[in-house]
């Protein structure tokens, strides 16, 4: 049988019990608030995150792992098959191109794979290669079913305000919606892997109304989805009640918090969906 090994980087957002239960190797990118640096998720979960967020007065800096992190995190596995690799979008950091460096760096194939996607996006792609691996698929199985989910995944996410992503420089075409009329709340997605707009609208009431009018339009007979948030665990909750109330079929497989990188550039409050047709 094929030894296929995954790695990914924290910007997945998942517990680091996940990744241990899973068999896959998380290399963390760093957040620092001024001279203090820390691992995303490793040393900086989110309930740390977050009130640290709220109480500086400047936007945290974010960098990526080095080339040698991934060429240390590869080598574990140079007795392996191969190694597939899964980032967040290559427009939104440069994680992409240490792993891509590394790869060529190692005696072991790897696949870089740019899910043009963050957070709970990338971590559902993550999770249909462990299916995939455990299921004993061979390299180019899991190749065309990678190529499938970064096409045909999508993520919706609605910020409590554009702040973060402007100061951050991540905001994309979403400049389109900034803009100060009272209550006007930005629906965002990605698109090739950059932020754009998606749609905006006037207060949380309508948020939710756009996202499940969009989801009850999909063709699929079920949706795979995943919810995340940014401490708002209420507004999760909600979105999945409007779901379940709409009556569309679905199965939650991810669910979780934003961490400490992805969280610095999208700031509390923000909340979005993952979601995958079937059929």
Known sequence: MTKIAIVTDSTADMALTYYDENDVTMVPLMVRFGEE?????????????YPMLRASDILPKTSQPSVQEFIEAYSKYESYDHIFSIHLSGHLSGTIQSADIASRNVNVPVTVVDSKLA????????????KARNAGNDVAEITALIEGL????????CV????????????GKAQALAGSILNIKPILTLEDGVVVPFKKVKGRKKIFKEIVELLSAQSAERLTIGIIHADAPEAAREL???IKDAGIDYDLVLATQIGSVIGTYVGPG??????????
């Open 37 to 49: 640096a820390y691992k995303d998720w490793v040393e900086m979960p989110p309930e740390r995150f």
């Open 119 to 130: 957070s709970v996006g990338t971590a559902f792609i993550v999770n249909e290669t462990i």
């Open 160 to 171: 409590d305000t554009l702040k973060y992503l402007e100061l951050g420089g991540r905001i």
């Open 270 to 279: 923000t909340f979005g969906i993952m979601y995958y047709p079937h059929g």
């Open 150 to 157: 970064v096409r045909d995944t999508r993520l919706l996410f």
């Open 240 to 242: 999945e009640g409007h």
